[in-house]
């Protein structure tokens, strides 16, 4: 604020103005000094703390250096308790005001103090210029490169949401606790006594700049010598024993040593022992070296769920849910890893944002225990619009309904509408997952579809249900059957090109997947198998037979941090029918980019002169790829592509032609959350008569 005097000084100063007839220029003077005077009313913030009777009022500092410095005149005014507000209370408040100042880098600060009426003390702050923090000198040991210990000493400072990067402020009392992460950094390397000595400089420069040294003293070194164990379960004593011969010669401090305990009890828990304990036993020479160390393991009784208590909160849809899943823990030991998997498929049904369980024992020897749940339940109602783009389908465009706890009975109600180049797709699914109760999850879904791509039209109605258990982590399996009517409709291609034209197809069979991979979106390591059988009846009126069957399998290897290998083989037939007498929409095809990539989707094979691809009975794929990570989630990757298309009639799943074609290519992958954005390029060494020399992809997800 702008006080009395200050506006009676200018009020005089231009009656002065007036009165002498001062020029033009005077009078622009003397408006400028009331703009500066009213500017530093406005900038020079004051603050006020109050203990008690007294009050503090602080002007000209700022609001970063308060919250600092009122902590410091509280605990003052704590001490100074009911007293009197008087010279020797003001004094002692300037002067603290004044050293803590010169700590935080102000060195020429001046504090100057006056009581006033009301038990009220007024500090008035003169800071001047701030030290910055100049050249940072380590001195004592090369066990770290001084560098490291250098960013060590700066780091307090460096972290402060006001500092200066290039030109840290100085402030004593961070740099004294990075003297201290210098101590932690050497005990780390097994210099236990450690110790790290800070040395400011005594002046600063011309540029308000002080170095300081780092007087460090390491002392003797501590490693790990014999690791031995006692008392491990014999389940665990393998895995223990490798964890302990990991430890010799490595350095020893007693962070290590409870890490290692840690350890120790996170492999009982996995296994069942929820109960056990440990202990580190060793002594410490006064002259370092090598430190043995006895590890006990008391593990207790192992934990039996008996049985499964789920959050009052949870919704009657979500209770159901809950218990089907986590059912197959009841009469159980405990073990992590079926707990972890039984947990994961809780929140694949999309109904809970969190998951929380807890083994709590019901008996004097903890060896039995209720698995209690509890978590937090998604919102269940969610509309999405999706728009993207694929070399095959062209633009899309749709929009999605999901109901995850559809009349709070726990199962998932979903509705899509999309359209694309080809043309519209609509559906509606009902998924229920803990069909009466048990493991196995029941989807049905109704889709209407039309496909108008190349020289034909097809108009389809399917409906299918879809029974699926996933038996461990890796292993999943499931039936299927669908029905659907179809009606196909050209003018160009012949009826040996197009296959039946109206038909229904009926079909029933099974799939199993095993999947050891680390990711299923964003694989890196591991390795994948899936296997599918199909077969068509006639029962419902179907006028379509045959058998399919598809074969497909992968392998991730990472190679270096940064370098990854990937290879795939694809095996698919049909048995029992020659294409002529496959609708054309449910023959095998190949080329796309999901198989040979210098191929247009399902271009590879036989294609008519107005370019429809006409598929076969049996089709051939492998690829091998090398990618490698430019930058964070940013990948370039080259390929090697081989496939082949056969139309004759097959009389095994492993009958395909061999007559291979080929694809080399690279290409881009951005990783998000739901799959990289993949753009490949796929070269034709030696196209034939009407292929072109190669074909680029855009599409979502990777190729295998």
């Not at 005077?26 to 009331?34: E, R």
């Not at 290897?557 to 049909?574: D, V």
């Amino acid at each position: 604020m702008i006080d009395e005097h200050s506006i009676a000084d200018f009020r005089g100063a231009e009656r002065a103005c007036r009165g002498s007839r001062l020029s033009t220029e005077h009078l622009a003077l003397s408006t400028l000094a009331f703009f500066v005077l009213l500017f530093t009313s406005l900038s020079a913030a004051a603050f006020e703390v109050k203990h008690g009777t007294a009050t503090v009022r602080v002007d000209g500092i700022e609001e970063a250096q308060w919250k600092e410095l009122e902590g410091m005149l509280k605990d003052q005014l704590t001490l100074n308790g009911n007293g009197a507000v008087a010279e020797p209370l003001a004094d002692d408040l300037a002067f603290f005001t004044r050293q803590f100042l010169i700590r935080g880098g102000w060195p020429e600060a001046e504090v100057r103090w006056k009581l006033e009426a009301g038990s009220k003390i007024a500090l008035e702050v003169k800071a001047g210029t701030r030290l910055r923090v100049g050249e940072v000198v380590v001195k004592g040991t090369t066990a770290v490169p001084e560098e490291e210990l250098r960013k060590f000493v700066l780091k307090p400072t460096l972290e402060r949401p006001d500092a200066d990067q290039k030109l840290p402020q100085w402030v004593e009392g961070d740099l004294k606790e990075g003297a201290g992460l210098v101590e932690r950094r050497l005990r780390a390397e097994g210099f236990l006594n450690a110790t790290a000595l800070l040395i400011p400089s005594v002046d600063h420069d011309a540029q308000f700049r002080r170095g300081v040294t780092v007087e460090v003293v390491a002392g003797p070194r501590f490693v790990f010598g014999t690791a031995s164990l006692n008392g491990a379960p014999e389940s665990l004593a393998k895995e223990m024993q490798a964890l302990m011969t990991e430890q010799s010669g490595t350095p020893f401090n007693e962070a290590r040593v409870q890490q290692i305990e840690q350890r120790l009890r996170s492999m009982c828990a996995e296994d069942g022992w929820l109960n056990a304990t440990t202990e580190a036993r060793y002594v410490l020479s006064k002259k370092g070296g090598a430190v043995d160390v006895l590890f006990a393991v008391m593990p207790g009784e192992r934990v039996r769920i008996t049985r499964i208590v789920t959050h009052p909160e949870f919704s009657r849809g979500a209770t159901r849910v809950l218990a089907a899943r986590f059912k197959p823990l009841t009469g159980q030991i405990y073990e992590a890893e079926e707990a972890d998997f039984v947990f994961k498929r809780a929140l694949d049904t999309g109904m809970f944002a969190l998951v929380d369980t807890e083994v709590v024992p019901l008996d004097a020897a903890k060896s039995q225990g209720e698995l209690r749940i509890t978590g937090e339940e998604t919102q269940p109602h969610t509309l999405g619009f999706e728009v993207g783009f694929d070399t095959f389908l062209g633009a899309q465009a749709g929009v999605t309904y999901k109901n995850t706890n559809f009349r709070d009975h726990g199962n998932t109600l979903a509705a899509e509408l999309s359209y694309s180049m080809a043309g519209p797709i609509g559906f509606v699914s009902h998924t229920n997952p803990a069909l009466m109760g048990s493991p196995w999850a029941l989807t049905s879904r109704w889709a209407l579809e039309q496909f108008s791509r190349f020289e034909y039209d097809r108009l389809g109605t399917t409906l299918g249900f879809d029974l699926v258990r996933r038996v461990s982590g890796p292993l999943s399996y499931g039936l299927f059957f669908s029905s659907s009517a179809n009606t196909v409709s050209t003018k160009k291609l012949t009826k040996n090109e197009i296959g039946p034209s109206n038909y229904t197809l009926e079909s029933i069979g099974m799939n199993v997947l095993l999947d050891r991979r680390d990711s299923p979106i964003l694989p890196k390591k591991g390795w994948m198998l899936s296997g599918r059988m199909e077969q068509t009846l006639s029962m419902l009126g179907g006028n379509v037979s045959f058998m399919r069957s598809d074969l497909r399998g992968a392998w991730y290897q990472p190679l270096t941090k940064s370098l990854r290998f990937a290879t795939c083989l694809e095996l698919s037939s049909i048995m029992g029918a020659a294409a002529k007498d496959i609708p054309i929409d449910s023959r095998v095809f190949n080329g796309g980019p999901n198989s040979v990539r210098s191929f247009a989707q399902r271009e590879l094979g036989p294609v008519t002169p107005g370019g429809t691809p006409l598929g076969g009975t049996s089709a051939m794929f492998f690829s091998a790829e090398l990618s490698y990570e430019i930058i964070s989630n940013l990948e370039f990757a080259v390929f090697a592509d081989v496939g082949s298309l056969g139309q004759g009639k097959n009389s095994s799943p492993f009958d395909y032609s061999t007559d291979f074609r080929q694809g080399i290519g690279a290409g881009f992958r951005y990783l998000l959350p739901f799959g990289p954005i993949r753009v490949d390029y796929g070269h034709n060494p030696d196209p034939r008569i009407g292929e072109g020399t190669g074909m680029l992809h855009v599409t979502v997800g990777f190729a295998f």
